[in-house]
């Protein structure tokens, strides 16, 4: 790398939101989309389940519209989501013109879509591809996109440390590759597009990637977080000893599967009279209920006859046998597992910050079209419909470049080739990571049992004052290290960790994800609003829209 660039756009993350964006900013200008890893490791590349869409005309938009209200608990942005279900549509089709294969009837490319259900869903409405690999599928589909567009550039194994202000904008980032060659580059307009945090809890469904790097950088450069509070666990997480937790699609329960308990009891009767396709934050307290006291909960498909499951979900069946289980023949153990952040970067309907410059979309962003618990397979049509709104906004902003060439006089900008000559001994240098990955472990179990499904006043600040030790013990060692991924992960970890418990001891009341046993019921009179959190104040405060 050079040690500084100009360019017009820095896309943060290329999931399905930040390549979106991309087709839209490569029409007039240069665009450098930063990804930590390969282009195909985002949250994009591992949902499952299917896309929700509603293609049949407007009463089926306006039952879309409804289901993901009802969903959110009393918090959706009508707004937000009216846009999300009514442009989704033509966005989908477009997709599907330009390369994208979802799965049809007969197998065929001619054959009618086949939908499926999923919870709080009130009809079948959701496409999938290969079965259970729609994520992936989009992700390749806008991936040869985007990589046919010269304006294009990709740099991966590359992580964005720090987003620079000038002229009280964004106007620039700091990037260090994974040899620790450090970049500044100097842009009109950066999208934060990189996705969820679910590194932030011990059990997630989610990437090592997923460590909430956007939301992190933002509130560090002085913009708004929101709904923070509102962490959705999936119910259906594989649960074997010493095997991450492996997302089992709700669409098993689409098509008939089955909660019991280790009574074989089929539970959800006493938990929702939507059963098995509640909304997914009633099923995964359920699920966490039934399995307190260590009493192990499963997924249960062996009465599924009707449909060949292997065929139909080929990931997770292939993913089972690994482990000696078959959907059609074994109950399958499960627990919650961390999965989607409703919460993020605050955001209007087109994606911009209150900075300028600054814009954010996809599980990165919080326009408060999720409310309080995100109706399922809505994310990849989120990341389509913002990323592309965000990527239109971006251009009619009209934001000049801005000369950010400060390296020279600026200490924290010294262009070093390797990490370790920086950051000093390589012995130091591992003693230092085990120091950071320990610490991150402590804060990571105490996620788990302070701010995960079931909360409480006592707890939330008991996990404070840990939050802010371990905010301390990772800043020391930055302090002097040269800029790196695993200590900038860890600073956003920490960031978000602070911000969802701030938050959550914030909402004083029950509602979707966020569940505090000391506040059991939903308060609309006092908290039918958004949170909205000030990472420098460390304050919350709560506003409508
Ligand atoms: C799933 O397949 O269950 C995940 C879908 C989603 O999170 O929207």
Redo the contacts with the bound molecule.
Sequence with gaps: MNSETKIDYLVIGAGVAGLRAALELAGQGQVLVATKESVRESNTHY????I?VAMEGDADVALHLEDTIAAGDGLVNRAAAATLVSEGPVLVRELIERGAKFDRKGGGEAGELIRTR?AAHSLPRILHANG?A?GAEIGRALAVLARSEERIHFAEWTTVTELVLADGRVAGADLVDREGRRQRVSVRAVLLASGGAGQVYPET?NPAVATGDGVALAARAGAELADMEFY?F?P?ALALPGVPAF??????RGEGAWLVNARGERFMERYSPMLELAP?DVVARAVAREGMDGGQVYLDMRHVKSIDLSRRFPGISAFLAEHGLALATDLIPIRPAA??MMGGVRTDLDGRTNLPGLYAAGEAACTGLHGAN???????LEGLVFGARAGRAMLADGLPSTDVNLSAGNPKFAPVPKVEAAGGESNDAGTESEKVASLLGELRAMMALRAGILRDEAGLREGIAMQQRCETGIEALARGAAPNRQLAEAQSLCLVAGAILRSALAREESRGAHFRVDFPRRDDADFQQHSVYDWAGKTVRFQAE
């Design positions: 949902a499952q389940g299917g929700a999923e259970d729609t469904t959705q999936h259906t997302l089992l699609s709700e669409a098993l997914r999965h989607y995100r109706l399922a397979s809505n994310s990849l």
